[in-house]
């Protein structure tokens, strides 16, 4: 992604700007929806004559204004709203893979994909335009995906049972397990007990954002809700105990740097990034992504050098990042191996100072 000044700016630096273009990524939290370039959403909105409120493609996205998380939720939603059909489901899934993916050294993604953001969209149809978009991406750049379904935590436990039904009643290869989107506040994971367990017996991956909740909330999506890898996840810091757990069993966290900053999840939105060290500190398996690239005005290589600027990460605590990524994947013994062996090649040939 290119043309725009970035929301998290940071200085000159031809070596780290070097280094982490050059760095090898898997993306395991980032949102379809999150992904639409904005002049992809102007237009399909002239396609389906949405009526955007006289925003275009330079002011559709105010990052500063996802501070508060309903204005960023009322925005994605407009965005779900213009992403109809099978050609604007093919469209933004192989932009999302190619300029927002392969194009910033990443070699394989786990699309978070949720159903409830599409209105009026059949699941069918869904499932039909994102894979036929992936697999072209896939064909043109190699880059591997998987897809991960949202659940919206603001909806019922009910509802979110009736989605995995579907998911399970309509099963592709390609889905890969569930997850849990939205206000945490508004939808504590205590809910969707039910809607897991269907899950879990189906054999599928879960995962659920916690972003904003007490480290108690870590323990139920670990517990209750069987999760083996965890979104965001900040808050986990706030007790030694859970922490020493989650560095025993090796539980992922997907860290989203720019726009939890943002959001003011991983810390003050003073661009220290201190939940992060914090958590790398203690020992526990961090992973990187970019969670609503253009939404927060980032990409998949702007996260990493905001940690390089801001932490003085080198390239082998960057590297490290990815390798807990691959560790994390939803993928079978032999295609972890295969993206590992990927991984280990592209990092070798990564510049050092």
């Given at each position: ?244 757990r989650c560095v025993e069993e ?24 201190e939940r992060i060290r914090e ?75």
């Amino acid at each position: 992604m290119t043309g725009f000044a970035y929301s998290t700016p940071t200085p000159a630096d031809p070596v780290i700007d070097a280094l982490v273009a050059a760095l090898p990524k898997v993306s395991l939290h980032c949102h379809l929806l999150g992904t639409v370039a904005p002049a992809t959403v102007v237009d399909l909105a002239r396609k389906h004559r949405v009526d955007l409120g006289g925003r275009t493609a330079d002011d559709l996205y105010d990052h500063d204004s996802y501070e508060d998380l309903g204005e960023f939720l009322r925005v994605l939603d407009v965005v779900g709203s213009v992403v109809r059909d099978l050609d604007d489901l093919h469209r933004v899934t192989y932009e999302s893979l190619t300029a927002g993916g392969a194009a910033h050294g990443v070699l394989y993604r786990e699309i978070q994909l949720s159903p409830p953001g599409h209105e009026g969209v059949p699941y069918s149809r869904l499932l039909d335009g994102v894979i036929a978009g992936a697999r072209d991406a896939e064909t043109d750049t190699g880059i591997g995906f998987g897809l991960v379904i949202g659940i919206n935590r603001e909806r019922s436990g009910a509802e979110a049972r009736r989605l995995v039904e579907q998911v399970i009643a309509d099963r592709r290869d390609e889905v890969l397990g569930i997850g849990l989107d939205y206000a945490e506040v508004n939808g504590p994971p205590h809910g969707f007990v039910e809607a897991y367990r269907l899950a879990g017996d189906a054999g599928l991956g879960r995962t659920a954002h916690s972003e904003s909740g007490p480290p108690a909330h870590v323990l139920t999506l670990l517990d209750d809700l069987g999760c083996s890898r965890i979104d965001h996840g900040y808050h986990v810091v706030d007790d030694p105990e859970i922490t020493a757990r989650c560095v025993e069993e090796r539980i992922p966290f997907n860290c989203t740097p720019v726009s939890s900053d943002i959001g003011r999840y991983s810390g003050s939105g003073d661009g220290t990034h201190e939940r992060i060290r914090e958590m790398v500190d203690a020992g526990l398996c961090v992973t990187i992504d970019s969670d609503d690239p253009p939404m927060f005005g980032t990409d998949p290589t702007h996260d990493f050098r905001v940690l390089a600027h801001a932490l003085g990460y080198g390239a082998e605590q960057l590297g490290a990042f990815t390798l807990n990524a691959v560790e994390a994947t939803w993928l079978d013994a032999s295609d972890k191996q295969a993206l590992r062996q990927r991984v280990e090649a592209a990092l070798a040939a990564v510049p050092t100072p």
